[in-house]
């Protein structure tokens, strides 16, 4: 009986400075930016908690921000640091001079390994990478066709997913650019390596809103016959929105994004190691 009291004691004890530190993390964030003026904090908790590998019990934390700016309400994510003593934006390692922000990012979890988003490969295969993208992204456009050949000529050891992140902020026609990709990949499952090769400059501006104008071109580029009825059509807009909300729980926020066996490879070229790997 005494050993059972002594271990709820510890859980007792163990829970409660876990959850001090997290309110202390929290506490931080709500004065912080309590001291900009055109900042409007409604909520705030912790998406996503990581112990880092170094000394002194550090934990970097994920949070979700719900706040009401001078551009309407926004729902962002922050990343802040804590010993269990003290709280910080910024962490970096003094030997390599790089941010411990830089590399924390939520695991991957099987929710990814779609067969709807599976481009190339076989589902079955060891071996899964995902890779998140942009169509008018000039690294993608060149890196996506490579990715795809390579996982083709290793597709019994090698599965690639493919969620589309437009970066419409730098290419507003991005959007509509992966929405017809998604359409015209129903019935055309080499499409998307066809639109990566596409050098759309020729056709459209990267910041065109011209829709009809982008439908156009995609159809006379690529060869399809896909409406502008179809392009409208809400599902493929939802679709989007669920492909990019996949995206932004991993906080990528930059194309193109791969990760390896459920583990973001910042290099972009892990997947060459693949190559035989069974």
């Known amino acids: ?38 900042i409007v904090l409604n909520s705030v908790e912790v998406f996503y ?12 934390y994920i949070l979700n921000l719900d706040l009401d ?16 003593q003290v709280v910080t934006t910024e962490l ?9 922000g830089s590399n924390i990012a939520p695991d991957m979890n099987e929710s990814y390994y779609d067969n709807s988003r599976l481009i190339a490969g076989k589902s079955s295969a060891k071996n899964r990478l995902v890779v998140f993208s942009d169509p008018l992204c000039p690294y993608c456009q060149h890196y996506i066709p490579q990715l795809i050949d390579f996982v083709n000529k290793n597709e019994e050891n090698i ?30 499952k080499n ?36 409406s502008l009825k179809e392009l409208e059509d809400e599902k493929y807009q939802k679709a989007l929105e669920d492909e990019v ?8 926020n930059g194309t193109p994004t791969i990760y390896v066996n459920g583990k973001k490879d910042n290099t972009k070229e892990e997947y060459k190691k693949l190559k035989g790997v069974k």
């Not at 007792?12 to 309590?34: P, Q, T």
């Not at 499409?191 to 990566?196: D, E, G, N, R």
């Not at 909300?245 to 990528?252: C, N, P, Y």
Request: aromatic share 14%; hydrophobic share 45%; net charge positive.
């Open 92 to 100: 970096f390692d003094l030997k390599s001079g790089t941010s411990f």
């Open 49 to 60: 908690k990581k112990k880092l590998d170094i000394k002194g019990d550090w934990s970097a």
């Open 69 to 84: 700016t001078q551009d309407g309400n926004m729902r962002v994510k922050d990343i802040l640091f804590s010993n269990n």
């Open 1 to 38: 009986m005494k050993n059972i009291f002594k271990l709820a004691l510890f859980f007792a004890i163990f829970f409660n400075v876990v959850f001090a530190n997290d309110n202390l993390v929290i506490e931080f964030e709500k004065k912080r930016l309590s001291q900009n003026p055109n």
């Open 159 to 188: 599965a690639l997913y493919y969620y589309a992140f437009p970066l419409t902020r730098i290419h507003k026609a991005s959007n509509d650019l992966s929405k017809l990709i998604e359409i015209a990949k129903q019935s055309d």
């Open 245 to 252: 909300l996949m995206a932004e729980k991993l906080l990528i």
């Open 191 to 226: 499409i998307l390596k066809k639109a990566y090769e596409t050098r759309w400059e020729k056709y459209f501006d990267a910041n065109s809103e011209d829709r009809k104008l982008i439908l156009n071109s995609f159809n006379k580029a690529l060869k399809t016959n896909i």
